[in-house]
């Protein structure tokens, strides 16, 4: 076991990745000898030079249609998304083209591009730079949606995305880039090695967490807000109330069976993201477990969430967005039935 | 029809003028060389086939069996010419108007009408024919040829030192398609990269009902000086001139010199699509102007006072481009619609949760009718 931040954590991942097969390339804005905006991809271009690691021209669906293309021909290329906000340009690259490809060529060509997004708020950005936009892209049939939380998944999960067959779009929290914790190297090397490891490590990639066992109330929760979610089990357990905390991990596919046998067991669900709630993933998650566990549950599922406003100005952020106070009063609200 | 702009024919390679007399390009010329009488007569098969298939198509869309169509009328030497200078292992990634240049990449013509029968969006498998699927994005693949064309450049198929195993790539795509974001960007991205990809712009002077002049204010192929690409604009009526300028846009990409914009300058002399209606737009006398600069009739006049169109050839190619229709007509018609289930299969290539729930679900919900009538 290493000790890794998550930025750190994922910088490993791609370097075993590129490593482990010439054909991972990474494409991106400021990505080369600056290393990123968030330098993770530090050292890298250093490494392993400028064919591998692309400083791109300034231009996102540029990037990622020529990332479709080089795909295409067998390469896999892992895009950067320099922020959140500046993922439409290539909304139409990643709807139309990414995500239909395989199915419009009836499985003859598969696109294995991964596109990394930093992304969510929390860390006083400027305007376009805090967004949670996962949910648009959730909606569109082809791609996966992932969001690790830890720097254990941040490393075992850029690996499995940069090895799955299938586009997927990797949800970094940035304002958890710098928090810690131990991280096992060896596992996720041993998965990719052995037979299958592609369609093995696309299963794992696809299924949930459950971050912390309890009883009373499931809070679920992924990418920035897993912490969160951990803060208020914490708080709660001493005031009596149990908390179970799923850690997503993954949007699409949902692992609604984890979800779900967590509902059935509490019976109360809130659902923490930083997206705004309305038409979020907090509805889509409100809506199976209504489907699937309805008889069980004690109290309707609850969203906290952010706001049917634009992300506001950093002076306003930590009331937009959800924090430790807006939990809690969810799971009084869950609570009292 | 002194059009100016980005209408007008200054500048046009042209080889082969609207009656029919060769000419000569101080520089292009030699890039048409190679073309023997056989040569000649294959793009005139290609190009009659193209048009025979396309106006067949046009009817069955009228009688019902399509829900589209659209028609490359008049744009036949353009693709005839520019196909015919692809060879392996270049790639070509069509619009959605290229019949004639799949043709020349030997697809089954009447393959291509299932798309337009809904019955999938993508009938050939791209790695077969090295002609990507249909786009209807307008511009989205101009940056997929782009990418495409960065990676044969890696795999060491560009200025190998070997002229005869380079390779590029070939995008085809509209005057209403240089608007598009991505058509800018994929210059962009190819010139930086020094992309052995050619594009190939058809000016068919209408995206649609618009005129060109909604596009730009200068020729098409000016659009490549401001990225410095070279930019060629050519006569795309003349199959002669768009091969000899394909011919030598891919010997120049393939050799590591870079990505090349060609503005082949034709008239779509059909409507945009059969739900089109060009009488609303355009008049009579610019459809008898580019009626007379019909690409097919100049090669034919060519041909004929050549005396390298024999009758019997011309019996022959009649009876194949009849033969086409024919089997065409009789193949849509027994094409089975898909079965239900396979809206499910390949919207990913390893299992998706969500789409086997929902598969099962539906799979589940059909056999209730049938268990309900049991």
Not at chain 1, 12 to 24: F, Q
Not at chain 1, 191 to 210: F, I, K, N, P, Y
Not at chain 2, 13 to 29: Q, V
Not at chain 2, 94 to 104: D, I, K, M, N
């Amino acid at each position: 076991m290493t000790t890794m931040t998550l930025a750190g954590a994922i910088n490993a991942g791609l370097r075993a990745a590129m490593e482990r097969d010439s054909k991972v390339l990474l494409m991106g804005e400021d990505i080369g000898p600056l290393g990123g905006v968030f330098r993770v991809t530090d050292g890298l271009w250093k490494d392993f030079g400028g064919e591998r690691v692309m400083d791109t021209p300034l231009a996102e669906s540029g990037i990622v249609g020529t990332a479709i293309g080089m795909s295409m021909r067998g390469y896999r290329p892992v895009v950067e998304i320099q922020f959140d906000g500046f993922i439409f340009p290539a909304f139409d690259q990643i709807t139309t083209s990414l995500a239909k490809m395989h199915y419009r060529s009836r499985g003859a060509i598969t696109l294995p591009v991964v596109i990394r997004v930093p992304f969510a708020g929390g860390i006083g950005a400027v305007e376009h730079h805090s967004e949670s936009p996962e949910a648009l892209f959730a909606h569109t049939a082809g791609l996966r949606i992932v969001s690790p939380a830890t720097p254990q998944d941040g490393f075992d999960m850029i690996q499995q995305a940069i090895a799955s067959p299938d586009p997927v779009m990797f949800f970094e929290p940035k304002a958890r880039y710098w928090d810690k914790g131990e991280v096992d190297t060896d596992r996720v090397a041993a998965q990719l090695s052995s037979e299958g490891g592609a369609s093995s490590a696309t299963d794992e990639m696809a299924h949930a967490r459950v971050a912390r066992e309890g009883s009373d109330v499931t809070i679920v929760a992924y990418g920035p807000t897993v912490r969160l979610a951990l803060q208020a089990a914490a708080l709660l357990d001493g005031e009596g109330a149990s908390v179970e905390v799923i850690d997503l991990r993954t949007i699409s596919p949902l692992d609604t069976e984890t979800v779900v046998r967590s509902a059935r067991k509490t019976g109360r669900v809130i659902v923490v993201h930083e997206a705004p709630s309305a038409f979020g993933t907090g509805a889509e998650i409100a809506s199976r477990v209504t489907e699937e566990a309805f008889f069980h549950l004690h109290a309707p599922v609850l969203r906290v969430g952010g706001f049917h406003a634009p992300y506001p100005g950093s002076k306003l952020e930590h009331d937009y967005l959800p924090n430790l106070d807006r939990v809690l009063d969810a799971v009084d609200r869950v609570l009292m039935h | 029809m002194s059009a100016t702009g980005p209408l007008s024919d200054e500048g046009l390679i042209r080889l082969l003028d609207r009656t029919g007399a060769r000419l000569e390009d101080p520089f292009f010329s030699q890039y048409a060389k190679d073309l023997t009488d056989d040569d000649l007569r294959r793009f005139w098969r290609e190009m009659t086939l193209t048009r025979a298939f396309d106006n067949e198509a046009t009817s069955l869309q009228r009688q019902g069996e399509l829900g589209l169509w659209v028609p490359a009328l008049g744009q036949e030497a353009a693709q005839i010419g520019s196909g015919n200078a692809v060879r392996k292992p270049d790639f070509v990634f069509p619009s959605y108007r290229e019949h004639g240049v799949a043709l020349t990449r030997g697809i089954d013509l009447p393959v291509i009408l299932k798309m337009f029968r809904g019955i999938e969006h993508g009938s050939w498998v791209p790695s077969e024919h090295s002609f990507h699927l249909y786009t209807l994005v307008i511009g989205a693949h101009t940056l997929h040829a782009t990418g495409y064309a960065m990676a044969m450049d890696r795999d060491g198929l560009v200025a190998s030192g070997k002229p005869e195993n380079d390779g590029a790539v070939i995008c085809y795509f509209g005057d209403g398609a240089t608007s598009q974001g991505d058509v800018n960007e994929a210059l962009i991205f190819a010139a930086v990269n020094n992309a052995p990809v050619v594009f190939f712009c058809q000016n068919n002077q209408f995206a649609i009902s618009e005129p060109t002049t909604r596009q730009s204010r200068v020729p098409l192929a000016d659009r490549g000086k401001g990225v410095g690409i070279p930019s060629v604009r050519v006569d795309g009526n003349d199959v002669i001139a768009s091969y000899a300028v394909s011919n030598w846009a891919l010997q120049y990409a393939r050799s590591g010199a870079g990505p090349v914009l060609v503005e082949a300058f034709t008239y779509r002399m059909g409507a945009h699509t059969t739900s089109d209606d060009p009488t609303r737009y355009r008049t009579r006398a610019d459809e008898a102007y580019w009626a007379e600069r019909d690409p097919i009739a100049r090669l034919t006049t060519y041909m004929e006072n050549a005396g390298i169109l024999p009758d019997e050839y011309r019996e022959e190619v009649a009876q194949e481009a009849k033969g086409l229709g024919r089997r065409t007509r009789e193949l849509v018609k027994t094409w089975p619609a898909p079965s239900k289930t396979e809206m499910f299969e390949h919207v990913y290539a390893e299992p998706h949760a969500t789409v086997d729930a929902e598969r099962a679900w539906f799979e589940r919900y059909e056999r209730s009718f049938l268990e309900a009538h049991s």
